[in-house]
Protein backbone atom coordinates (compact mmCIF):
# COMPACT_ATOMS: atom_id res chain seq x y z
CA UNK A 1 0.00 0.00 0.00
CA UNK A 2 1.39 2.96 -1.18
CA UNK A 3 2.61 5.46 2.34
CA UNK A 4 3.48 2.39 3.96
CA UNK A 5 6.92 1.74 5.58
CA UNK A 6 8.14 -1.27 7.08
CA UNK A 7 10.07 -2.18 9.90
CA UNK A 8 11.71 -5.25 11.70
CA UNK A 9 12.46 -4.99 15.55
CA UNK A 10 14.18 -8.11 16.98
CA UNK A 11 13.88 -8.39 20.81
CA UNK A 12 15.73 -10.43 23.09
CA UNK A 13 16.19 -10.34 27.15
CA UNK A 14 19.05 -8.49 27.27
CA UNK A 15 22.52 -8.71 29.47
CA UNK A 16 24.93 -6.77 31.76
CA UNK A 17 27.26 -8.77 29.78
CA UNK A 18 28.69 -6.77 26.23
CA UNK A 19 29.77 -10.10 24.90
CA UNK A 20 26.08 -11.38 25.40
CA UNK A 21 24.30 -8.24 23.40
CA UNK A 22 27.19 -8.42 21.15
CA UNK A 23 26.22 -11.79 19.88
CA UNK A 24 22.61 -10.40 19.98
CA UNK A 25 23.95 -7.88 17.54
CA UNK A 26 25.62 -9.86 15.13
CA UNK A 27 23.60 -12.79 14.15
CA UNK A 28 20.83 -9.97 13.94
CA UNK A 29 23.18 -8.00 11.22
CA UNK A 30 24.42 -11.06 9.56
CA UNK A 31 20.44 -11.85 9.34
CA UNK A 32 19.52 -8.96 7.80
CA UNK A 33 22.18 -9.26 5.05
CA UNK A 34 21.10 -12.76 4.47
CA UNK A 35 17.72 -11.83 4.29
CA UNK A 36 18.85 -8.97 1.41
CA UNK A 37 21.05 -11.34 -0.38
CA UNK A 38 18.06 -14.14 -0.55
CA UNK A 39 16.12 -11.69 -2.73
CA UNK A 40 14.15 -13.34 -5.27
CA UNK A 41 15.72 -10.41 -8.29
CA UNK A 42 17.21 -6.83 -7.39
CA UNK A 43 13.39 -5.13 -7.17
CA UNK A 44 12.68 -7.18 -3.94
CA UNK A 45 16.51 -6.64 -2.83
CA UNK A 46 16.17 -2.77 -3.29
CA UNK A 47 12.93 -3.09 -1.11
CA UNK A 48 14.64 -5.62 1.64
CA UNK A 49 17.48 -3.03 2.07
CA UNK A 50 14.85 -0.35 2.30
CA UNK A 51 13.45 -1.90 5.92
CA UNK A 52 14.96 -1.06 9.00
CA UNK A 53 16.37 -3.93 10.68
CA UNK A 54 16.90 -2.67 14.74
CA UNK A 55 17.77 -5.05 17.76
CA UNK A 56 16.30 -3.96 21.17
CA UNK A 57 16.36 -5.58 24.89
CA UNK A 58 13.80 -5.79 27.62
CA UNK A 59 15.73 -4.87 30.14
CA UNK A 60 19.64 -4.14 30.98
CA UNK A 61 21.07 -2.35 27.86
CA UNK A 62 20.55 1.02 28.36
CA UNK A 63 19.77 2.88 25.62
CA UNK A 64 18.78 0.17 23.24
CA UNK A 65 15.05 -1.09 25.25
CA UNK A 66 11.97 -1.77 23.27
CA UNK A 67 10.76 1.56 23.42
CA UNK A 68 14.39 2.93 21.99
CA UNK A 69 14.03 0.75 19.31
CA UNK A 70 10.34 1.61 18.34
CA UNK A 71 11.15 5.17 18.25
CA UNK A 72 14.57 4.72 16.18
CA UNK A 73 12.11 2.68 13.87
CA UNK A 74 9.40 5.24 13.75
CA UNK A 75 11.96 8.16 13.14
CA UNK A 76 12.61 6.75 10.15
CA UNK A 77 8.79 6.85 9.21
CA UNK A 78 8.39 2.86 9.90
CA UNK A 79 3.95 2.48 9.50
CA UNK A 80 4.21 -1.23 10.26
CA UNK A 81 6.78 -3.08 12.90
CA UNK A 82 7.33 -6.27 12.50
CA UNK A 83 8.25 -7.54 16.08
CA UNK A 84 10.77 -11.24 16.24
CA UNK A 85 10.82 -12.19 19.68
CA UNK A 86 14.29 -13.73 19.92
CA UNK A 87 14.03 -16.20 23.05
CA UNK A 88 13.77 -19.68 22.90
CA UNK A 89 10.06 -21.31 23.88
CA UNK A 90 6.64 -19.45 23.37
CA UNK A 91 6.71 -20.57 27.59
CA UNK A 92 7.84 -17.31 28.23
CA UNK A 93 6.17 -14.78 30.42
CA UNK A 94 9.24 -12.64 29.47
CA UNK A 95 7.07 -12.93 25.72
CA UNK A 96 3.78 -12.38 26.86
CA UNK A 97 4.49 -9.17 29.18
CA UNK A 98 6.21 -7.32 25.47
CA UNK A 99 2.80 -8.70 23.32
CA UNK A 100 0.96 -6.91 26.45
CA UNK A 101 3.05 -3.85 26.06
CA UNK A 102 2.33 -3.25 22.17
CA UNK A 103 -1.33 -3.56 22.87
CA UNK A 104 -2.16 -7.60 22.36
CA UNK A 105 -4.86 -8.50 24.32
CA UNK A 106 -3.44 -11.06 27.60
CA UNK A 107 -3.42 -15.19 26.51
CA UNK A 108 -3.46 -16.02 29.95
CA UNK A 109 -4.62 -14.53 33.58
CA UNK A 110 -1.12 -13.01 33.61
CA UNK A 111 -0.72 -9.65 33.41
CA UNK A 112 2.79 -8.14 32.55
CA UNK A 113 4.04 -5.22 34.23
CA UNK A 114 5.69 -3.36 31.54
CA UNK A 115 4.45 0.08 30.31
CA UNK A 116 2.64 0.44 27.06
CA UNK A 117 4.58 1.43 24.42
CA UNK A 118 4.04 5.05 22.52
CA UNK A 119 3.46 3.55 19.16
CA UNK A 120 2.75 5.17 15.99
CA UNK A 121 2.85 2.38 13.94
CA UNK A 122 0.99 -0.46 13.37
CA UNK A 123 2.74 -3.82 14.74
CA UNK A 124 2.67 -7.71 13.78
CA UNK A 125 4.01 -10.07 16.09
CA UNK A 126 5.54 -13.45 15.64
CA UNK A 127 5.96 -16.23 17.91
CA UNK A 128 8.98 -16.90 19.73
CA UNK A 129 11.74 -19.55 18.85
CA UNK A 130 10.84 -23.06 19.57
CA UNK A 131 11.85 -26.56 17.94
CA UNK A 132 12.61 -25.06 14.62
CA UNK A 133 15.51 -27.08 12.08
CA UNK A 134 17.81 -24.59 12.49
CA UNK A 135 17.28 -24.73 16.19
CA UNK A 136 17.35 -29.00 16.40
CA UNK A 137 20.65 -28.88 14.02
CA UNK A 138 22.84 -26.76 16.33
CA UNK A 139 21.90 -29.13 19.53
CA UNK A 140 22.76 -32.55 17.54
CA UNK A 141 26.17 -30.74 16.28
CA UNK A 142 26.66 -30.04 20.13
CA UNK A 143 25.54 -33.26 21.73
CA UNK A 144 27.77 -35.33 18.71
CA UNK A 145 30.50 -32.60 20.05
CA UNK A 146 30.40 -34.55 23.65
CA UNK A 147 29.82 -37.10 22.60
CA UNK A 148 32.62 -40.87 22.94
CA UNK A 149 29.47 -43.54 22.06
CA UNK A 150 25.94 -42.19 21.90
CA UNK A 151 24.33 -46.04 22.84
CA UNK A 152 25.80 -45.57 26.22
CA UNK A 153 25.04 -42.18 27.31
CA UNK A 154 21.74 -39.92 27.65
CA UNK A 155 21.27 -36.20 27.22
CA UNK A 156 20.03 -33.97 29.57
CA UNK A 157 18.52 -30.77 28.07
CA UNK A 158 17.98 -27.59 30.42
CA UNK A 159 16.12 -24.68 29.69
CA UNK A 160 14.47 -21.69 31.76
CA UNK A 161 10.60 -23.09 32.37
CA UNK A 162 8.30 -21.02 34.42
CA UNK A 163 7.09 -21.33 38.04
CA UNK A 164 3.36 -20.07 36.25
CA UNK A 165 1.30 -23.40 35.22
CA UNK A 166 0.09 -22.01 31.72
CA UNK A 167 3.58 -20.77 30.29
CA UNK A 168 5.46 -23.88 31.69
CA UNK A 169 3.35 -26.00 29.84
CA UNK A 170 3.84 -24.20 26.55
CA UNK A 171 7.89 -24.79 27.80
CA UNK A 172 7.40 -28.33 28.02
CA UNK A 173 5.43 -28.92 24.79
CA UNK A 174 8.43 -27.11 23.18
CA UNK A 175 11.24 -28.96 25.26
CA UNK A 176 9.14 -32.34 24.45
CA UNK A 177 9.43 -31.71 20.62
CA UNK A 178 13.46 -30.65 20.74
CA UNK A 179 13.90 -34.21 22.71
CA UNK A 180 11.74 -36.44 20.26
CA UNK A 181 13.40 -35.06 17.35
CA UNK A 182 17.07 -35.72 18.86
CA UNK A 183 16.62 -38.60 20.05
CA UNK A 184 15.29 -39.57 16.76
CA UNK A 185 18.57 -38.35 15.42
CA UNK A 186 20.63 -39.81 17.68
CA UNK A 187 21.08 -43.33 19.03
CA UNK A 188 21.08 -41.69 23.07
CA UNK A 189 19.74 -44.13 25.63
CA UNK A 190 17.64 -41.64 26.82
CA UNK A 191 16.93 -37.90 25.61
CA UNK A 192 15.06 -35.71 29.28
CA UNK A 193 14.53 -32.17 29.88
CA UNK A 194 14.28 -30.43 32.97
CA UNK A 195 13.77 -27.03 33.97
CA UNK A 196 15.88 -24.27 36.06
CA UNK A 197 12.70 -22.90 37.24
CA UNK A 198 11.19 -24.94 39.36
CA UNK A 199 14.64 -26.27 39.73
CA UNK A 200 14.63 -29.64 38.07
CA UNK A 201 17.78 -29.94 37.07
CA UNK A 202 19.96 -31.47 39.95
CA UNK A 203 17.48 -34.19 40.20
CA UNK A 204 17.43 -34.83 36.35
CA UNK A 205 20.74 -35.28 36.71
CA UNK A 206 20.75 -37.93 39.82
CA UNK A 207 18.10 -39.89 38.32
CA UNK A 208 20.18 -40.12 34.70
CA UNK A 209 23.78 -40.54 36.68
CA UNK A 210 21.46 -43.56 39.14
CA UNK A 211 21.80 -45.52 35.77
CA UNK A 212 24.70 -47.65 36.07
CA UNK A 213 27.53 -47.48 33.28
CA UNK A 214 25.67 -44.14 31.64
CA UNK A 215 27.22 -40.95 31.01
CA UNK A 216 25.24 -37.99 30.77
CA UNK A 217 25.66 -35.10 28.70
CA UNK A 218 24.33 -31.75 29.60
CA UNK A 219 22.84 -29.14 27.11
CA UNK A 220 21.97 -25.89 27.87
CA UNK A 221 18.82 -23.76 25.95
CA UNK A 222 19.97 -20.41 26.03
CA UNK A 223 20.00 -17.98 23.19
CA UNK A 224 23.71 -17.00 24.32
CA UNK A 225 26.17 -17.63 26.87
CA UNK A 226 25.80 -15.52 29.90
CA UNK A 227 24.99 -15.95 33.93
CA UNK A 228 23.07 -18.72 33.93
CA UNK A 229 24.71 -21.24 31.38
CA UNK A 230 28.58 -20.52 33.33
CA UNK A 231 27.09 -19.85 37.20
CA UNK A 232 23.93 -21.47 37.89
CA UNK A 233 23.84 -24.86 35.91
CA UNK A 234 27.53 -25.45 37.14
CA UNK A 235 26.78 -24.65 40.90
CA UNK A 236 23.28 -26.60 40.72
CA UNK A 237 24.95 -29.54 39.40
CA UNK A 238 28.04 -29.02 41.37
CA UNK A 239 29.79 -32.84 42.50
CA UNK A 240 27.41 -34.70 39.77
CA UNK A 241 29.14 -36.51 37.15
CA UNK A 242 28.29 -34.95 33.66
CA UNK A 243 29.58 -33.47 30.89
CA UNK A 244 29.19 -29.86 29.95
CA UNK A 245 30.69 -27.58 27.27
CA UNK A 246 27.83 -24.17 28.14
CA UNK A 247 27.62 -23.88 24.40
CA UNK A 248 24.13 -21.58 23.24
CA UNK A 249 22.43 -21.10 20.41
CA UNK A 250 24.37 -18.26 19.56
CA UNK A 251 26.90 -17.60 17.79
CA UNK A 252 26.09 -20.30 15.55
CA UNK A 253 25.80 -19.00 12.51
CA UNK A 254 22.12 -21.11 12.07
CA UNK A 255 20.68 -18.89 14.02
CA UNK A 256 21.23 -16.32 11.79
CA UNK A 257 19.65 -18.22 8.98
CA UNK A 258 16.60 -18.88 11.47
CA UNK A 259 16.01 -14.92 12.00
CA UNK A 260 16.71 -14.57 7.96
CA UNK A 261 13.99 -17.31 7.34
CA UNK A 262 11.32 -15.70 9.92
CA UNK A 263 12.23 -11.80 8.19
CA UNK A 264 11.47 -13.58 4.68
CA UNK A 265 8.09 -14.84 5.99
CA UNK A 266 7.06 -11.52 7.24
CA UNK A 267 4.73 -10.74 4.29
CA UNK A 268 6.86 -7.56 2.26
CA UNK A 269 7.24 -9.42 -0.81
Not at 68 to 76: F, I, T
Not at 178 to 205: C, K, T
Not at 243 to 264: C, I
Amino acid sequence: MSGEKHGILVISHGSREQSWVKAVDDAVQAAQQRWIEQAADEQQRMKRVAVPVYAAYLELVEGRLIQDGVNALQSEGVTHIYVMPLFVSGGSSHVEEIRQAFGFEPISSFIGDLEPLRLTASVSFDEPIGAEAEVVQILQEQALALSIQAEDEALLLLGHGSSMPYFYEKWEAGMRSIANELQQRIPFQQVVYAPLLPEGSRQALEQLTASSGVRVLVLPIFISPGYFTRTVIPTRLADLSYNYSGETLLPHPLMSELLARRFGSYALK
